[in-house]
Nanobody, 111 residues
Framework: QMQLVESGGGLVQAGGSLRLSCTAS????????VRWYRQAPGSQREMVAQ???????EYADSVKGRFTISRDNAKRMAYLEMNSLKPDDTAVYYC?????WGQGTQVTVSD
């Protein structure tokens, strides 16, 4: 069964950090780009970061310098390290590979 599972979300104070994980099963992982998206209430889903099979990364301007995306192909996992979190980062975070989406993990940043 093809599946992506996100974990690591939670409630954190502004300025804090979280590390999200995305675990893939039932799909090829290493050849493909992994992307993290987020969706806040009442807002469209937006791409936060992506990492190619070669490790090239891109970030949304709103998270540059604060978030770091990485991957471990041997473990079939991707990560999103989030530092200096702001209330505007509050959203459900999703990982996606080739059109397959996880169920999301909630990140809430309090003032």
């Amino acid at each position: 069964q093809m599946q992506l599972v996100e974990s690591g979300g939670g409630l954190v104070q502004a300025g804090g950090s979280l590390r999200l994980s995305c675990t893939a099963s039932g799909i090829l992982f290493s050849p493909y780009t992994v992307r993290w998206y987020r969706q806040a209430p009442g807002s469209q889903r937006e791409m936060v970061a992506q990492i190619t099979s070669r490790g090239t990364t891109e970030y949304a301007d709103s998270v540059k310098g604060r978030f770091t995306i990485s991957r471990d192909n041997a473990k079939r996992m991707a990560y999103l390290e989030m530092n200096s979190l702001k209330p505007d980062d509050t959203a459900v975070y999703y990982c996606t590979i080739r059109g397959l989406w996880g169920q999301g993990t909630q990140v809430t940043v309090s003032d």
